[in-house]
């Protein structure tokens, strides 16, 4: 068989572009209680506002304890660069019997206390007013299958906010609207911290960075461009332009003013972005976490804060009052007892039963300074650090210096080995600080619910020209007074803005109220806030997120006709309809459907009906709300339902790419073929050795890097019969892709999933781990709850899963982990898992086998081998690797990752992924049945052309039969297809890349 492997076109990239812009400088600390004076003096020039990227230092409690650890000089290190270590104290921990001691990391450089400016005054005016420019909220998100949570866009046409929760295919959804998220500065998630709530947030941080990032070195090429042309001339050679041009560049984006991102919340934010540590790493995007563990209104300590109206938070656009909301269950869930401390600074201290408060704000603190430098850091992977061979932490790369002081690597015998190894000078990569965190300190589960109020600022009144001229100001001065600043008139008058504009407008606003359950409704309904006059003024409408018949609830109920005088929109999953919310990718589901409709199912979705299966309506007292409501704020309030995202008809979508006579003739003949009772029966001959051949392939995601509006990232479910149901890598919302797919018949699928393979520590391949494992959780502790679920990785995914459990208990205790690879000390290794007779019949597997792959650092393939004789061969992310071809020799199928094109191997080679040709070589070389292909890059909307020899071989002799009965196909979303079927399935390749063809025309 000869195959040809070329993409028939370019496809449409599925990642909008955002334009380049400079990010405004901003402050933003908390206000002052006491507004500052409402006259500024006379003006002079404005000056530059000071910069985003100031925080107060890093200082040690005054209860901290002093340790051996103070005493001791720093190494001077890029790690240790001075202030790089601000304080070593004490910290009791509350489920591990040692106190630990806890080296806390200063902020990186941009950490430095903000000047008062000159001229007297706050950094942001404590009397803002805004100006005319258009200001609305709109519903970006609604419950739904694709979205499982609430996002609303806060839009001002200098900066967009976000409010609610940021789940798992948010920025999926966006994509598909066309949201940029450029603007995107301030993230104010609702809600207790959870995975329900901030899933999708460190997808959204990293894309976020990505765009910043190229923006920032688009603006600095464009700059060093125009100054090129300014400058003709004889220059340099290409060769130095090329070099010159891009050492400006980088100098010119290290120059430019940082865009920050902030992101507020409720307890155990800074843990929740730390977990993360092992595998982000940004610079460029300095991230802010707000984190609100105590109420800013309530509490015997603070009688002032109780009676205060001013903001908890604000900058030029908003002001934003925290209303924490605690559950009347009262404590919280407390989580197995678990070690969680640094290996390196544990003493032999004992800890104490309860931890004290200072202690949870050192544990705060701690995680704060790491997630400082996840995003914003000063460290560099080509650092060298010197040190001597006995020394160095290994595994890693050793380079010593030759006679000439040229590096080189070092090559000769290493400690533990046979050999006598001479303690001699050596330099080694300074690791990423993340990594030399082993683990974090300890948090629990919080029953704290984030809602927020939020109003634009009054908008100053319109400006009167004609009472400034006769006041005798001077023209140039106009622009003061609309600035909030006096001048002088005729005879050195003092000309007030009062003077001149006309009466302020008040901002409308609005409120977010996140209530999980039932369990919140008495401490919101009794809110301060409700009663403050101040607060109230000019809220004009309540976006109520509501968990699971919180809404039905009668003292909700009451509150809401309570609060007649603002309007109330509810999204919940009792009252928002399940409806296609990414309709491309729905879309090219329906045409492929009309090709191949036994392997091509329509999402499941339903316009009429909820997530929990109940009939949408809209009561008296509120509306439903759904993805596209809008309401403009400014220049005048207004309710726009015209932009409400209508329900879309996936029929007509996909009417222009159905027209042509050719793909019906080819998906006729395809039908015809596959239904002759000859071919029927040469298929169950050639097929007869083939195990399991009802053994089903799902894939969920076919997509790479991040999602799009055709693809999710990473995720191929394996359902046999008779063993169980195994997940192959869970990109970020993995869970909503098996809802559309599976719809009433996902319970009994999360009932009986086996075990979980994470292949690598990439966002694409495992932030949709743990939606799924609480679901399958949720789903079996009331029906089988001696149920276990294996999950098997790289040590450092179970650590982060292990860590997050502080967060929420979403199931952990269940799991048995499966470690490949913790040490990863030697390149190529293999690492083997058999399964015992009782593991066997629990779990379906004789055994796991795994090796380790070129990609990034943990990176695994995988071969799962069952009783029957199937073997299944994953790749995960990688080049082509030897030692996979070894563990997966005489797979039945082979699932192979098939990034790039052939035409673009170097990029292949250059991020460490695999061309087509390079997957099916591999498919050969290890004698695999079938080989499917997926992970394909985001470019593609259309596959490569496959030429298989459609027909059946015969009479084929056993040693050629697996080449002979190879069949290759390529993946889809939502795509079911049955081992035995990959033949059927394969006759309808050439009418389905001819619809995809003509899609692309």
């Given at each position: 068989?000869?195959?040809?492997?070329?993409?028939?076109?370019?496809?449409?990239?599925?990642?909008?572009?955002?334009?380049?812009?400079?990010?405004?400088?901003?402050?933003?600390?908390?206000?002052?209680?006491?507004?500052?004076?409402?006259?500024?003096?006379?003006?002079?020039?404005?000056?530059?506002?000071?910069?985003?990227?100031?925080?107060?230092?890093?200082?040690?409690?005054?209860?901290?304890?002093?340790?051996?650890?103070?005493?001791?000089?720093?190494?001077?290190?890029?790690?240790?660069?001075?202030?790089?270590?601000?304080?070593?104290?004490?910290?009791?921990?509350?489920?591990?019997?040692?106190?630990?001691?806890?080296?806390?990391?200063?902020?990186?450089?941009?950490?430095?206390?903000?000047?008062?400016?000159?001229?007297?005054?706050?950094?942001?005016?404590?009397?803002?007013?805004?100006?005319?420019?258009?200001?609305?909220?709109?519903?970006?998100?609604?419950?739904?299958?694709?979205?499982?949570?609430?996002?609303?866009?806060?839009?001002?046409?200098?900066q967009r906010y976000l409010f609610g929760h940021?789940?798992?295919?948010?920025?999926?959804?966006?994509?598909?609207?066309?949201?940029?998220?450029?603007?995107?500065?301030?993230?104010?998630?609702?809600?207790?911290?959870?995975?329900?709530?901030?899933?999708?947030?460190?997808?959204?941080?990293?894309?976020?960075?990505?765009?910043?990032?190229?923006?920032?070195?688009?603006?600095?090429?464009?700059?060093?461009?125009?100054?090129?042309?300014?400058?003709?001339?004889?220059?340099?050679?290409?060769?130095?332009?090329?070099?010159?041009?891009?050492?400006?560049?980088?100098?010119?984006?290290?120059?430019?003013?940082?865009?920050?991102?902030?992101?507020?919340?409720?307890?155990?934010?800074?843990?929740?972005?730390?977990?993360?540590?092992?595998?982000?790493?940004?610079?460029?995007?300095?991230?802010?976490?707000?984190?609100?563990?105590?109420?800013?209104?309530?509490?015997?300590?603070?009688?002032?804060?109780?009676?205060?109206?001013?903001?908890?938070?604000?900058?030029?656009?908003?002001?934003?009052?925290?209303?924490?909301?605690?559950?009347?269950?009262?404590?919280?869930?407390?989580?197995?007892?678990?070690?969680?401390?640094?290996?390196?600074?544990?003493?032999?201290?004992?800890?104490?039963?309860?931890?004290?408060?200072?202690?949870?704000?050192?544990?705060?603190?701690?995680?704060?300074?790491?997630?400082?430098?996840?995003?914003?850091?000063?460290?560099?992977?080509?650092?060298?650090?010197?040190?001597?061979?006995?020394?160095?932490?290994?595994?890693?790369?050793?380079?010593?210096?030759?006679?000439?002081?040229?590096?080189?690597?070092?090559?000769?015998?290493?400690?533990?080995?046979?050999?006598?190894?001479?303690?001699?000078?050596?330099?080694?990569?300074?690791?990423?600080?993340?990594?030399?965190?082993?683990?974090?300190?300890?948090?629990?589960?919080?029953?704290?619910?984030?809602?927020?109020?939020?109003?634009?600022?009054?908008?100053?009144?319109?400006?009167?020209?004609?009472?400034?001229?006769?006041?005798?100001?001077?023209?140039?001065?106009?622009?003061?007074?609309?600035?909030?600043?006096?001048?002088?008139?005729?005879?050195?008058?003092?000309?007030?803005?009062?003077?001149?504009?006309?009466?302020?407008?008040?901002?409308?606003?609005?409120a977010v109220i996140d209530l999980p359950n039932?369990?919140?409704?008495?401490?919101?309904?009794?809110?301060?806030?409700?009663?403050?006059?101040?607060?109230?003024?000019?809220?004009?409408?309540?976006?109520?997120?509501?968990?699971?018949?919180?809404?039905?609830?009668?003292?909700?109920?009451?509150?809401?006709?309570?609060?007649?005088?603002?309007?109330?929109?509810?999204?919940?999953?009792?009252?928002?309809?399940?409806?296609?919310?990414?309709?491309?990718?729905?879309?090219?589901?329906?045409?492929?459907?009309?090709?191949?409709?036994?392997?091509?199912?329509?999402?499941?979705?339903?316009?009429?009906?909820?997530?929990?299966?109940?009939?949408?309506?809209?009561?008296?007292?509120?509306?439903?709300?759904?993805?596209?409501?809008?309401?403009?704020?400014?220049?005048?309030?207004?309710?726009?339902?015209?932009?409400?995202?209508?329900?879309?008809?996936?029929?007509?979508?996909?009417?222009?790419?159905?027209?042509?006579?050719?793909?019906?003739?080819?998906?006729?003949?395809?039908?015809?073929?596959?239904?002759?009772?000859?071919?029927?029966?040469?298929?169950?001959?050639?097929?007869?050795?083939?195990?399991?051949?009802?053994?089903?392939?799902?894939?969920?995601?076919?997509?790479?890097?991040?999602?799009?509006?055709?693809r999710n990232v990473s995720a191929t479910l394996?359902?046999?019969?008779?063993?169980?149901?195994?997940?192959?890598?869970?990109?970020?919302?993995?869970?909503?892709?098996?809802?559309?797919?599976?719809?009433?018949?996902?319970?009994?699928?999360?009932?009986?999933?086996?075990?979980?393979?994470?292949?690598?520590?990439?966002?694409?391949?495992?932030?949709?781990?743990?939606?799924?494992?609480?679901?399958?959780?949720?789903?079996?502790?009331?029906?089988?709850?001696?149920?276990?679920?294996?999950?098997?990785?790289?040590?450092?995914?179970?650590?982060?899963?292990?860590?997050?459990?502080?967060?929420?208990?979403?199931?952990?205790?269940?799991?048995?982990?499966?470690?490949?690879?913790?040490?990863?000390?030697?390149?190529?290794?293999?690492?083997?898992?058999?399964?015992?007779?009782?593991?066997?019949?629990?779990?379906?597997?004789?055994?796991?086998?795994?090796?380790?792959?070129?990609?990034?650092?943990?990176?695994?393939?995988?071969?799962?081998?069952?009783?029957?004789?199937?073997?299944?061969?994953?790749?995960?992310?990688?080049?082509?690797?030897?030692?996979?071809?070894?563990?997966?020799?005489?797979?039945?199928?082979?699932?192979?990752?098939?990034?790039?094109?052939?035409?673009?191997?170097?990029?292949?080679?250059?991020?460490?992924?695999?061309?087509?040709?390079?997957?099916?070589?591999?498919?050969?070389?290890?004698?695999?049945?079938?080989?499917?292909?997926?992970?394909?890059?985001?470019?593609?909307?259309?596959?490569?052309?496959?030429?298989?020899?459609?027909?059946?071989?015969?009479?084929?002799?056993?040693?050629?039969?697996?080449?002979?009965?190879?069949?290759?196909?390529?993946?889809?979303?939502?795509?079911?297809?049955?081992?035995?079927?990959?033949?059927?399935?394969?006759?309808?390749?050439?009418?389905?890349?001819?619809?995809?063809?003509?899609?692309?025309?």
């Amino acid at each position: 068989m000869k195959s040809r492997h070329a993409v028939t076109g370019i496809l449409k990239e599925l990642r909008s572009s955002t334009r380049p812009r400079t990010a405004k400088a901003r402050h933003h600390q908390p206000p002052p209680r006491h507004p500052a004076p409402q006259h500024p003096p006379p003006p002079p020039p404005p000056l530059p506002r000071p910069s985003p990227h100031a925080a107060a230092p890093v200082t040690a409690p005054e209860s901290a304890s002093e340790s051996v650890f103070a005493r001791i000089p720093l190494p001077r290190t890029p790690l240790f660069e001075e202030p790089a270590a601000a304080v070593v104290w004490r910290v009791a921990l509350t489920r591990g019997r040692k106190t630990a001691r806890f080296l806390l990391l200063n902020r990186p450089k941009y950490a430095t206390p903000v000047a008062d400016p000159p001229y007297g005054g706050s950094p942001i005016s404590s009397r803002i007013l805004a100006t005319r420019m258009l200001n609305y909220v709109q519903i970006a998100t609604a419950p739904t299958a694709d979205t499982s949570g609430t996002t609303l866009l806060l839009h001002f046409d200098t900066q967009r906010y976000l409010f609610g929760h940021v789940a798992e295919g948010t920025q999926r959804a966006f994509v598909q609207r066309k949201i940029a998220i450029n603007k995107l500065e301030n993230i104010f998630v609702s809600g207790p911290v959870s995975w329900r709530s901030a899933g999708g947030l460190l997808g959204m941080v990293l894309t976020l960075a990505d765009v910043v990032t190229s923006s920032r070195e688009q603006t600095a090429v464009n700059k060093i461009a125009k100054q090129h042309k300014n400058k003709p001339g004889q220059g340099p050679t290409a060769a130095q332009t090329a070099a010159q041009t891009a050492a400006a560049v980088k100098a010119e984006v290290a120059a430019s003013a940082l865009h920050s991102l902030h992101v507020h919340a409720g307890k155990n934010l800074s843990h929740l972005l730390a977990t993360a540590r092992r595998f982000i790493f940004r610079r460029g995007l300095p991230l802010r976490p707000h984190e609100v563990r105590s109420d800013p209104r309530s509490g015997p300590h603070d009688a002032a804060a109780q009676l205060s109206s001013e903001p908890d938070w604000k900058d030029e656009n908003i002001k934003v009052w925290y209303m924490p909301v605690s559950s009347d269950q009262g404590g919280v869930e407390k989580a197995a007892s678990r070690k969680r401390s640094h290996d390196e600074f544990v003493d032999g201290a004992k800890a104490t039963s309860t931890a004290p408060r200072e202690d949870d704000d050192n544990s705060q603190q701690v995680a704060e300074a790491i997630v400082a430098h996840m995003f914003d850091s000063d460290w560099t992977p080509d650092a060298l650090v010197e040190t001597t061979l006995h020394r160095a932490k290994l595994p890693a790369k050793l380079f010593v210096r030759d006679k000439n002081g040229h590096l080189q690597s070092y090559r000769g015998p290493m400690p533990g080995g046979a050999q006598e190894v001479p303690d001699i000078p050596v330099l080694v990569r300074q690791p990423w600080p993340g990594a030399m965190i082993s683990k974090l300190p300890p948090s629990e589960p919080s029953k704290q619910s984030m809602c927020y109020i939020v109003k634009p600022h009054d908008r100053r009144g319109r400006f009167d020209p004609k009472a400034a001229e006769r006041l005798g100001v001077n023209k140039k001065d106009y622009r003061y007074l609309t600035q909030m600043q006096s001048v002088k008139g005729k005879d050195g008058m003092e000309v007030t803005p009062e003077m001149v504009l006309g009466e302020t407008v008040p901002g409308n606003g609005f409120a977010v109220i996140d209530l999980p359950n039932t369990s919140y409704i008495d401490a919101l309904v009794n809110r301060s806030e409700w009663a403050d006059g101040q607060i109230m003024k000019g809220v004009r409408d309540i976006f109520w997120l509501l968990g699971p018949g919180v809404v039905h609830d009668s003292r909700l109920q009451d509150f809401m006709k309570k609060m007649s005088s603002v309007k109330h929109i509810v999204t919940s999953a009792d009252t928002c309809p399940n409806m296609i919310a990414i309709e491309s990718a729905a879309t090219q589901a329906y045409k492929l459907r009309c090709i191949d409709a036994d392997r091509f199912p329509l999402p499941n979705h339903s316009n009429a009906r909820t997530l929990s299966g109940t009939a949408t309506a809209n009561e008296s007292t509120y509306q439903s709300g759904r993805a596209g409501k809008t309401i403009k704020l400014s220049p005048e309030y207004m309710h726009e339902d015209d932009k409400i995202v209508p329900f879309p008809n996936l029929k007509n979508l996909a009417r222009q790419d159905l027209d042509s006579d050719d793909i019906w003739k080819m998906a006729d003949q395809a039908k015809s073929k596959i239904s002759d009772p000859d071919f029927i029966a040469n298929v169950e001959k050639v097929e007869a050795d083939i195990p399991n051949r009802d053994a089903e392939i799902i894939s969920l995601g076919t997509g790479s890097a991040l999602p799009s509006k055709y693809r999710n990232v990473s995720a191929t479910l394996v359902r046999v019969p008779g063993y169980g149901n195994y997940l192959l890598d869970a990109g970020e919302n993995t869970l909503g892709q098996m809802r559309r797919v599976f719809g009433d018949e996902l319970p009994s699928v999360l009932r009986d999933l086996k075990v979980i393979w994470i292949s690598h520590l990439h966002a694409d391949h495992h932030l949709g781990t743990v939606s799924v494992i609480r679901a399958w959780h949720e789903e079996t502790i009331g029906s089988d709850p001696s149920a276990k679920l294996v999950v098997a990785s790289h040590g450092h995914m179970i650590d982060w899963l292990r860590e997050y459990a502080d967060v929420e208990d979403f199931g952990f205790e269940r799991l048995i982990p499966k470690i490949f690879g913790r040490h990863d000390s030697q390149p190529r290794n293999v690492e083997l898992r058999k399964f015992n007779s009782e593991e066997a019949k629990q779990f379906g597997l004789s055994q796991l086998e795994a090796c380790s792959v070129t990609h990034c650092f943990g990176a695994l393939a995988v071969a799962f081998t069952f009783p029957s004789g199937l073997k299944i061969a994953y790749s995960g992310d990688c080049r082509p690797s030897d030692a996979f071809v070894r563990i997966g020799q005489g797979a039945t199928l082979l699932i192979h990752e098939s990034t790039f094109d052939d035409e673009l191997q170097g990029d292949a080679i250059a991020k460490k992924h695999s061309t087509m040709s390079e997957a099916i070589d591999i498919g050969r070389r290890m004698g695999a049945r079938r080989i499917l292909l997926t992970h394909f890059s985001q470019r593609y909307q259309k596959v490569p052309n496959l030429e298989e020899d459609l027909e059946i071989p015969t009479n084929t002799h056993i040693k050629d039969k697996t080449r002979a009965d190879e069949v290759i196909l390529v993946a889809f979303d939502y795509m079911r297809l049955k081992l035995g079927d990959f033949r059927k399935a394969q006759a309808f390749l050439p009418a389905i890349q001819k619809l995809l063809e003509e899609a692309d025309q």
